[in-house]
């Protein structure tokens, strides 16, 4: 079954699918600000979080899915210095940005390769990965059940996919405060901020129809995956989910 991301309901993929390119091919270029506004200016504390958690050594190949214009990939590459990472996203134009991060000496030496993917059919061979990382993917395709279980095939036995994404706060009067900020006010300061207020409003809507941490770790069990743990951050506006694929 697939969904439309912006409400959870049963829905052709290509509504989703055409919806996401057409926001991230238009905010490409101003896409870091928008980050910067979406993730309320906490996007830096959670990215560190998630390297906090991610086991990645120097000997690994790290594949980063929906990567953007590559903030996950570089910090993977400065954090952990892997031996190679495969950076990977839907839309061309964002890897664009991140190419030309990457021609500035964003990933200090690592190296890093870039392909368009989708990662509800991943183009790489089984068990080729020791590590996949995901910061705000999943949310935005419409066949999770599917991209879950494409990374969990890709993943060498024992490997570990680490996903950051916005999520639930587990606390009644946080969430309601956080459930206003969704659907009145990030469409408003976000669009003034970076003149796209659409895209802003599908954040919202994605956000709220989202499972919450128990309800993505199940999805990621029932794709395969054990030992699933995750993170709250922010009082769990965001969480880092780490989950396993068996030895
Ligand atoms: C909010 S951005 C996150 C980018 C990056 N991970 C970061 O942390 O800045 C979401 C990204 O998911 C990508 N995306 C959406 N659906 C996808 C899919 N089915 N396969 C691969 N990437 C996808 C979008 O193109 C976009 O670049």
């Given at each position: 079954m697939t969904i439309d991301t912006a409400t959870g309901e049963e829905a052709p993929a290509e509504i989703s699918s055409e919806r996401v390119k057409d926001i991230f091919s238009h905010i490409a270029k101003k896409y870091e600000r928008f980050n910067a506004v979406s993730s309320f200016g906490a996007y830096r504390a959670w990215l560190d979080g998630m390297m906090r958690q991610a086991p990645i050594g120097p000997d690994d190949d790290v594949l980063d899915i929906a990567g953007g214009t590559g903030d996950v990939t570089f910090a993977v590459a400065r954090a952990k210095k892997p031996r190679h990472i495969q950076c990977t996203d839907l839309v061309p134009e964002m890897l664009d940005v991140a190419r030309a991060h990457m021609a500035a000496g964003a990933s200090r030496g690592v190296p890093v390769d870039f392909e368009v993917v989708d990662a509800q059919d991943i183009p790489y061979a089984d068990a080729s990965y020791d590590v996949v990382t995901m910061a705000?993917?999943?949310?935005?395709?419409?066949?999770r059940p599917r991209a879950l279980a494409e990374m969990h095939r890709v993943l060498k036995p024992g490997g570990a996919l680490v996903c950051l994404e916005f999520s639930t706060p587990p606390n009644r009067a946080w969430r309601s405060l956080y459930g206003v900020y969704l659907k009145h006010l990030i469409p408003l300061w976000g669009g003034l901020i970076t003149g796209d207020r659409d895209g802003f409003v599908y954040l919202g809507k994605s956000i709220r129809a989202f499972p919450d941490q128990a309800g993505l770790a199940a999805l990621m069990y029932r794709a395969g995956f054990v030992d699933v743990t995750w993170k709250n951050y922010t009082g769990g506006i965001a969480a880092v989910h780490v989950a396993k694929k068996p030895e």
């Open positions: 705000y993917g999943i949310r935005n395709m419409p066949d």
